[in-house]
């Protein structure tokens, strides 16, 4: 899949989501990450954002790749809106919400739907993952996916019982998991577009490890960069959700690190470490 190699994540930023997502753009981010989920997203501004970024700084939204989520009832607040009617059909459901996002983000089409979780049962899950695939046969989503599964039997069962693999994981990526070293893999073998989120927050040890320290002294970078440039050279597209101006222009310049032989050793120390090789 051919998209930018870090995402700019919109979750928790509340009523400042519009302006962080016009700095961000403005920094050099071209794609953005959100979700109908009024819980920890505000998908409005998202597109509020865009409008302004159309209007005053000439940025059209077909510059940009926009991914957004259908999350199912048990991860909703139940004290804010909910973007379907929980009583209807599961289909219905995951219809009504992408329409809502639509709305919201005052677009006609996504490049980018995922299912925010599996949902409580595997059929449920396949019934879900059929109406994704039903958007995108409409031609309203470039692409499908799935966020927050761990388990690489879901994943097949997508494909063999639900009708079409996965084009897009997003996972936690981070040292309490192992780095989700299955499902990477998964995604490698089948050049499946993996996204990762906690990729800094959640890995204070690789952060803090010698090689990547080694790493970002031999090329002038911060620790965080040189994680995200390991990501990415491991096949990763990180997501990074910072407010800071300045950081978010050190996160767009992370592709341009060039990787050397003596800086290429302090990454596979720091991947072997990992256990990722």
Known sequence: MATAKI???TAWKKERTATLVVNAILSGFRAIDTAGQPRHYREELVGEALETLQREHGIKREELFLQTKFTSLGGHDRSKPIPYDPNSRLETQVHSSFNNSLNNLRTTYVDSYILHSPLETLPRTLTA??????????GKVKFIGVSNTYDVSVLEALERDGGRRVQVVQNRWF????WDADVLAYCRKYEIQYQSFWTLSGSPSLLAHPDIKAFARS???SPAQAVYRLAQLQGITPLSGTTDEEHMREDIAVENIEVDAESENYLNGAVTWMGLQ
């Open 7 to 9: 995402i700019y994540g």
């Open 129 to 138: 993952w059929k109406a994704l695939i039903q958007l995108q046969d409409l």
């Open 175 to 178: 040292e309490g998991n192992g």
């Open 219 to 221: 090329k002038g970078c």
